[in-house]
């Protein structure tokens, strides 16, 4: 908060059970009291930022239903392929199939190398590693050892 005209902002904490216009002047005044050693109270107060915190509780989400609203599987892994490439690994080109996340079944395994395209990001696959998609669509990795 600060006072109109002023230039510098003063942090002030408010208790929420005694939220009120006079109880924020009053935290202002003696914000303002402390910082410069002046009452300044008889200027206009104003909010310049507020913060707040809410805590609540929220209906439980099935996200099985946001699964189904942007997956498309195909009937298979091997369905899911859209190509095949040559990617470097460690100190050669190795032949790499290329798949489509969103066409990659629920519970499907595919082993590396391979490359899982998407529209925000791409995943590799090293060789020897192995993917899962688990019950909500994630890609969980086995990294070989």
């Known amino acids: ?19 009120s216009v006079s ?17 300044l109270s ?6 310049a930022n507020l913060r707040t915190a809410v805590i609540g509780v929220r209906p439980v ?8 609203a942007t997956h498309r599987p ?3 892994a091997a369905d899911a392929r859209v190509g095949r490439r040559e990617v470097w690994f460690g100190d ?20 590396g190398p391979a490359i899982i395209n998407q529209m925000d990001s791409t995943t590799v ?6 993917l899962n998609v688990d019950g909500l669509g994630n890609l969980m990795i086995q990294v070989a050892v």
């Open 1 to 19: 908060m600060h006072y109109e005209g002023q230039r510098y902002t003063l942090r002030v904490s408010v208790d929420p059970d005694k939220l």
């Open 125 to 130: 696959i090293e060789p020897g590693d192995r």
């Open 74 to 76: 195909r009937a298979s």
């Open 61 to 68: 989400m099935d996200l099985k239903r946001v699964v189904g």
């Open 42 to 47: 008889s200027f206009r107060p104003k909010i």
């Open 92 to 111: 050669r080109f190795v032949p790499t199939d290329v798949y489509q996340r969103e066409w990659i079944p629920i519970g499907a395994e595919i082993t």
């Open 23 to 39: 109880a924020l002047r009053e935290q202002l005044k003696n914000a303002c009291f402390e910082a410069f050693g002046i009452d």
